[in-house]
């Protein structure tokens, strides 16, 4: 059975994921809410939170997010640190972590936006981040080809 690492398993579509194909897949969630976590107090910005069993994996999804929407006049500085770290420094953080125990021919799918795309009023900075979130998967698809696909 193929293990995929959920992070951020508490959202919607991760529980989702999770319900629909658990028989199929050995799921590993990496969460705040314990309920849908494989470890206690997980804290995505904080590697001795992240689940430490040497397993290797088939697919890692990526489901921290933020939505901050305010005017751009409204948000302050530290929104968009913040936003930043979730999305993009936590990701790379998991990333980094979890690489070695990557599978030749295993999936990586990070979570973006419409927002990385089109000019929408009150997005600028899930806008930001998101467009870096689309940035890197581009970069590691062309870096990580043939061995892992990144979407």
């Given at each position: 059975m193929k293990n995929i690492l959920l992070v951020g398993s508490s959202s919607a579509v991760a529980k989702q994921l999770f319900n629909d194909y658990k028989d199929h897949y050995n799921f590993i969630r990496l969460s705040r809410d314990e309920e849908v976590s494989d470890v206690i107090d997980f804290n995505v910005l904080n590697a001795d939170t992240y689940y430490k069993d040497e397993i290797?994996?088939?697919?890692?999804?990526?489901?921290?997010?933020?939505?901050?929407?305010?005017?751009?006049?409204?948000?302050?500085?530290?929104?968009?640190?913040?936003?930043?770290?979730?999305?993009?420094?936590?990701?790379?953080?998991?990333?980094?972590?979890?690489?070695?125990?990557?599978?030749?021919?295993?999936?990586?799918?990070?979570?973006s936006s419409l927002a990385s795309k089109i000019g929408m009023p009150f997005h600028s900075s899930v806008s930001l981040v998101k467009s870096a979130i689309v940035g890197l998967c581009s970069s590691l698809a062309a870096e990580f080809a043939p061995s892992i696909r990144v979407n």
């Open positions: 290797y994996y088939d697919g890692l999804v990526y489901f921290p997010g933020s939505i901050n929407l305010k005017p751009f006049k409204s948000i302050k500085i530290e929104d968009f640190y913040n936003d930043f770290e979730i999305n993009i420094v936590g990701l790379v953080k998991i990333l980094k972590f979890y690489q070695p125990y990557l599978n030749n021919d295993s999936s990586l799918i990070f979570i």
